[in-house]
């Protein structure tokens, strides 16, 4: 989920467990959603997106799931790996493309458990 | 295909004084945006452009400015700099075509760190 301030959301899960992150968010005019992955010391890394006429896409462990509804978003990562310890950003760009710049969520730190 | 490339990676100024970063884009990529991260406030976005224009602009103000050469690469300059523009400044590249929006998916460089004393 979201968070305000200093205290972004955790997610701690064992490795070899499936893990699933979630955003809400807030422009029902929103066209497209990105996941990014931001590593410590790294800049954000695409990982997966999805377009407003889609529920569902997958990609190599990692599924996007969009409920239009309700305005949410998750991202599911199967057998989680070490390497999959970062911070995870929801992205959307609205309907007239991306001139505006993506609009990110505060992020989801998932903390893999050896 | 050689990644988003930002220098310097850290910079540490005062009060007052101004800084320039800069931006070179993955090749064939005409879209530069600029992102400024920090623990309060998330990631912000700045201002982005296209072929030397500024297509859009955030909530920022005056003091944060940006330009953009005729080979894509961009440059972003604060002035009179003040403790809270502590952050990570990320610039991202695109194609930048906004009926297409798949070739709107921006890819980060690793940003620069800058510390305000």
């Known amino acids: 989920g979201e968070s305000v301030g200093l205290h972004l959301p955790t997610l701690s899960v064992q490795e070899g467990d499936n893990s699933i992150i979630n955003c809400a968010y807030s422009?029902?005019?929103?066209?497209?959603f990105i996941w990014y992955k931001q590593e410590s010391g790294k800049g954000p890394q695409f990982i997966i997106d999805i377009r407003s006429n889609m529920d569902k896409r997958q990609g190599q462990r990692v599924t996007v799931l969009l409920n239009k509804t309700v305005k949410h978003l998750s991202l599911q990562i199967a057998a989680t790996q070490p390497g999959d310890s970062a911070v995870y950003f929801c992205?959307?760009?609205?309907?007239?493309?991306?001139?505006?710049?993506?609009?990110f969520g505060k992020g989801t730190h998932l903390i893999i458990q050896p | 295909k050689a990644g988003v490339t930002q220098t310097p990676r850290y910079l540490i100024k005062t009060r007052g004084q101004q800084v320039t970063l800069s931006c070179s884009p993955i090749?064939?990529?005409?879209?530069v945006s600029w992102y400024q991260q920090t623990p309060g406030q998330g990631l912000q976005f700045l201002f982005e452009?296209?072929?030397?224009?500024?297509?859009n602009k955030g909530n920022f103000p005056g003091r944060f400015s940006g330009r953009q050469f005729s080979n894509s690469r961009s440059e972003m300059n604060v002035s009179t700099l003040e403790l809270g523009d502590s952050a990570l400044y990320l610039c991202a590249s695109s194609y930048g075509s906004g009926s297409q929006l798949a070739k709107n998916i921006q890819y980060f460089g690793a940003g620069t760190r800058l510390s305000v004393l």
């Open positions: 452009y296209f072929s030397e224009t500024q297509r």
């Open positions: 992205a959307e760009i609205g309907s007239g493309g991306g001139a505006d710049g993506l609009t």
């Open positions: 090749s064939g990529h005409r879209s």
């Open positions: 422009n029902s005019a929103s066209d497209y």
